[in-house]
């Protein structure tokens, strides 16, 4: 049981089954781009722990670079627009791996996804630790899936509740 400000969480998925199902899915990357080789994009903050795990299974070559993600409201009908920060060079012509924490409404992922095709990749894909498929908003096409869980709030293992709560190794939920 971990609590956090006014919040208690109890275990939810096991540092065991975690690690297990990352190592699967390194194997099942390592697979599919046996004759490639990937950029991964880390999504900041939440999935850098993921990734750090899930790279160190990879045995092909690969690249890893990080974006965070702005939010601002915008008034034009499209509502929430984020921003990529911190790509350093274009994506053209790479085959990148979106590496995601958790994909919730999907609107983040949908966002990224689309700015990043606009620099034309030779291939992209995504790959996300947790998926809350009921809470899903929009279409969003995911080719790595850690675990499809409710639509509950968990942290742990990166993901935070008020930024506290990242430094575990298993996730948890509230309770
Ligand atoms: P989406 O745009 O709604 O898919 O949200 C994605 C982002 O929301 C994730 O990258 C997380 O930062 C955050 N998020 C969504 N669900 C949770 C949760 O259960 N715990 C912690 N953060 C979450």
Redesign the pocket.
């Known amino acids: 049981m971990l609590t956090i400000k006014d919040k208690t969480f109890v275990p939810f998925i096991d540092e065991n089954r975690l690690k297990n199902r990352i190592f699967q899915l390194a194997e099942q990357i390592n697979q599919d781009y046996r004759d490639k080789e990937p950029l991964l994009v880390v999504?900041l903050n939440?999935a850098f722990i993921f990734a750090a795990e899930l790279m160190t299974h990879l045995t092909i070559p690969c690249r890893v670079t990080f974006i965070r993600v702005s939010s601002y409201q915008q008034t034009a009908s499209t509502g929430v627009v984020r921003e990529v920060l911190g790509l350093g060079e274009p994506v053209t012509g790479q085959d990148v791996i979106l590496i995601?924490?958790?994909?919730?409404?999907?609107?983040?992922?949908q966002d990224v996804s689309r700015q990043l095709t606009g620099q034309q990749p030779a291939s992209l894909a995504i790959a996300t630790m947790l998926f809350?498929p009921d809470a899903l908003k929009v279409p969003v096409n995911i080719q790595y899936v850690g675990f499809e869980i409710e639509n509950r709030?968990?942290?742990g293992y990166g993901?935070?509740?008020d930024e506290l709560g990242r430094n575990t190794k298993e996730i948890l939920v509230l309770a």
């Open positions: 999504v939440g995601e924490d958790i994909i919730d409404t999907g609107l983040t992922i809350k709030f968990v942290i993901l935070d509740y």
